[in-house]
Each structure stands twice: as C-alpha cells, then as structure tokens.
C-alpha cells in the first residue's frame, strides 16, 4: 500500500510541471511585413521562457531592438532569427525596428 502511495505522489511530482505549461505554445511568432509588426502587440506569460521567432517578409534587412528587453539583432531580408526571453516580470515592454523606427511593438507580460 505504501509502496502505491509513493508511486502516485511520485507521478503527481512529475506531471505538475507539465501540466502548468499545458496548452502555452512552444514559440510565439512576429512578422515584419509591409511597414509593421503582425502582431503589433503581444501577451506573454509572466515568470517563463519565451522562443521568439521574428520573421522579416520584406526585401531589406531589419533590427528588432528593444532596450527594455535588452535585445538587438539583426535579421536579413526574407529570413528569420530566434529570441530567446524571460522570465519576464508582469509590465510593457517595447521594441521596433531600429532601421525604420517608425516600425514599432509592444509585448504585454501578464
């Protein structure tokens, strides 16, 4: 009976964790495209990684450069780049493309 009890507390321990992440995607995705971010604006997940793909659908290079997320990197035209962040802390945080900054975002960490 023991030997149950500890089996299933056991399983518990370790699908705890999985299932709090259940249904969050593994990734979150940003285009630049035709003069603007698709999304312009983004919800996270307070307290947790975050895979950020940012993809540049246009003909020229871009920077996604946020100084509140102390991010800046580049990314070629017609390609993509991988951002990794957090955990973030509940708040705003505001990026754009730094060669066009009329090319701007937020994400709101909840």
Request: hydrophobic share 45%; glycine share 4%; no cysteine.
């Given at each position: 009976?023991?030997?149950?009890?500890?089996?299933?507390?056991?399983?518990?321990?370790i699908?705890?964790p999985?299932?709090?992440?259940?249904?969050?995607?593994?990734?979150?995705?940003?285009v630049?495209?035709?003069?603007?971010?698709s999304?312009p604006?983004?919800?996270l997940?307070?307290?947790?990684?975050?895979?950020?793909i940012?993809?540049?659908?246009?003909?020229?290079?871009?920077?996604?450069?946020?100084?509140?997320?102390?991010?800046?990197?580049?990314?070629?035209?017609?390609?993509?780049?991988?951002?990794?962040?957090?955990?973030?802390?509940?708040?705003v945080?505001?990026?754009?493309?730094?060669?066009?900054?009329?090319?701007?975002?937020?994400?709101?960490?909840?």
């Amino acid at each position: 009976m023991r030997r149950r009890f500890f089996l299933f507390a056991l399983a518990l321990l370790i699908a705890a964790p999985a299932a709090a992440h259940a249904g969050a995607p593994d990734h979150y995705t940003l285009v630049l495209k035709d003069g603007t971010f698709s999304p312009p604006a983004l919800t996270l997940p307070a307290n947790a990684k975050i895979k950020l793909i940012v993809k540049n659908e246009t003909a020229v290079p871009a920077e996604f450069e946020s100084s509140d997320l102390d991010r800046e990197q580049v990314v070629a035209a017609h390609d993509f780049i991988t951002v990794y962040l957090g955990p973030l802390d509940p708040g705003v945080y505001n990026y754009f493309n730094d060669f066009n900054r009329k090319m701007t975002g937020k994400i709101t960490v909840k």
